[in-house]
């Protein structure tokens, strides 16, 4: 029988077969069962080798990623003050839609080492740049022995105005600049005039978003992204300009690149009556406990005889301004409790509209006092507004602004106004103790029990450091003469503490 090639061992394989196939040959079965079974044994032999490398006890590495402590390099203490009260249109009227200063606010500053820096920014929408009528920016270097070392550093200014129809007391404390900012106060009703402040301290330009919410949800307007704050500089724009006849305006601000200071300004003006100017300064961020310490009544009476005025006079009645991000229905538990220690306090629910500003009416309160505190299920922000008056004599507001919690230490300025006094409110269930070093060298020790709060009066234009702060929140209160104003107690900033570096 003659030979056959290998290609042959399988002719069914072919493609030019004929219809009959060939018969597979005996050669062809030995061929093929030798492949089987060489395939076989290297099968074994993989599995074999598999269960011994399971079997076999892999050695026990442990390595520390090579890391070191560095303390980053520190910086300066910075914060910026707001600067003059200010209003559209100069002098004579002319230019409706530019802002300018009135007059110049006398502010006051203190570092723990005693070395500041104080400088006007340079430039201004306002025409203020490098004046003192200019946001003030004031710094102190680190101790550059310890860097870690955490200085106090703080500053106020207060500034009554009285020209034509702008009469009132303005005050307010000096930001630390961030990147996210909530603003709760103002109105762009007609009479109403409220101004957004963008103060960039930095060296860099900001780039700024602006959103605007109202009593009908999230409001749509262009220019509000992409605003450019220059390095050293200031812009001033009109909420009305985003969008007249807002009621019930929050101002939500995010920064990046360089980052500012936020603020707003509202003036009033009731037909021809001067109605109040105010600075407002940011509240906390959404939050699930919202604590409001100094809301302030004074000349109750004489505000409720201008309320007969009609609807211009309404945003003379004392509210607590709320919004919750988001949507569905917030069921929220509001408590004004009097800062004399009377049991005359009142609590009760309140259901909002997630999405919506709503202003809540806060009434029956006699002249006083008062700690408000919001309590909610999910975060929200939370501001108040009240109003004063006297007989014959000016009529103002203040918009108070949610108090941040402080701890540990702290340092405050006293602004430079009438009868400064200091809130201290204990919102908490563990009662506290806070030790005031007043910058001449008095020292006060404040109790503050759970649930209370203590009112301490202060030298105007001094400067104090608080120490064994257990959970306070704290506000400084103005009034004299039929004017009012207010300003929350913030927190110091932060040092330059030693982080840990992986390579």
């Not at 003659?2 to 072919?14: A, G, H, L, T, W």
């Not at 509000?224 to 200031?234: F, H, K, L, R, Y």
Request: hydrophobic share 40%; net charge negative.
């Amino acid at each position: 029988m003659p030979d056959q090639d290998d290609d042959d061992i399988f002719p069914e394989q072919e493609d030019d077969l004929p219809e009959t196939r060939k018969p597979v040959t005996a050669r062809g079965v030995a061929i093929v069962s030798a492949r089987v079974v060489t395939g076989l044994i290297g099968v074994g032999i993989a599995a074999v080798t598999i269960a011994a490398s399971a079997l076999v006890p892999l050695p026990s590495i442990h390595s520390t990623p090579p890391s070191m402590l560095v303390t980053p390099v520190p910086t300066a203490q910075q914060l910026v003050c707001p600067g003059a009260v200010l209003r559209l249109a100069d002098e004579s009227g002319a230019g409706a839609t530019t802002a300018s200063a009135i007059g110049q606010p006398d502010t006051r500053y203190f570092s723990s080492t005693g070395a500041i820096d104080a400088s006007p920014l340079t430039e201004s929408d306002a025409s203020t740049g490098g004046s003192a009528s200019a946001p003030t920016v004031i710094s102190t270097p680190p101790d550059q022995a310890d860097p870690t070392q955490q200085l106090l550093l703080s500053g106020a200014q207060a500034q009554s105005v009285a020209a034509d129809e702008f009469v009132g007391l303005a005050a307010a404390d000096c930001g630390v600049a961030n990147g996210d900012t909530w603003l709760a106060g103002g109105s762009t009703s007609v009479g109403r005039t409220t101004l957004l402040t963008l103060s960039n301290p930095t060296e860099v330009p900001a780039t700024v978003n602006v959103e605007l919410f109202g009593e009908n949800g999230a409001i749509s307007a262009p220019g509000t992204s992409g605003i450019i704050v220059p390095a050293s500089g200031q812009r001033v724009l009109s909420l009305a300009g985003f969008q007249p006849d807002i009621v019930s305006p929050v101002v939500h601000v995010s920064s990046t690149g360089g980052q500012v200071v936020a603020d707003l300004q509202e003036s009033i003006v009731r037909g021809l009556d001067p109605g109040g100017v105010d600075i407002i300064g940011p509240t906390t961020s959404p939050s699930l406990r919202n604590v409001i310490p100094g809301l302030l009544l004074v000349g109750v009476a004489a505000v409720q005889a201008l309320r007969v005025g009609g609807a211009a006079y309404d945003d003379l009645s004392t509210v607590l301004r709320m919004f919750a991000p988001g949507t569905g229905t917030v069921t929220t538990t509001i408590s004004v409790i009097p800062e004399d220690g009377a049991a005359n306090g009142t609590s009760f629910s309140y259901d909002i509209e997630a999405g919506r500003v709503v202003d809540v009416p806060i009434g029956d309160l006699a002249d006083g006092s008062y700690t408000v505190s919001v309590v909610s299920p999910v975060p929200l922000i939370a501001a108040a507004r009240v109003s004063s008056a006297v007989a014959g004599g000016p009529t103002d507001f203040a918009w108070l602004a949610a108090a941040a919690e402080l701890t540990g230490n702290a340092q405050f300025t006293a602004a430079p106004g009438p009868s400064p006094v200091l809130h201290l409110a204990n919102a908490g269930t563990v009662d506290a103790s806070a030790t005031l070093a007043a910058q001449d060298g008095t020292t006060t020790v404040v109790p503050v029990s759970a649930g209370s709060t203590v009112l301490v009066p202060l030298t105007p234009g001094l400067t104090y450091a608080a120490t064994g702060l257990g959970a306070l929140h704290a506000a400084i209160t103005l009034t004299g003469g039929g004017t009012v104003a207010r300003y929350a107690v913030h927190p110091p900033g932060a040092s330059s503490s030693p982080v840990i570096v992986y390579r």
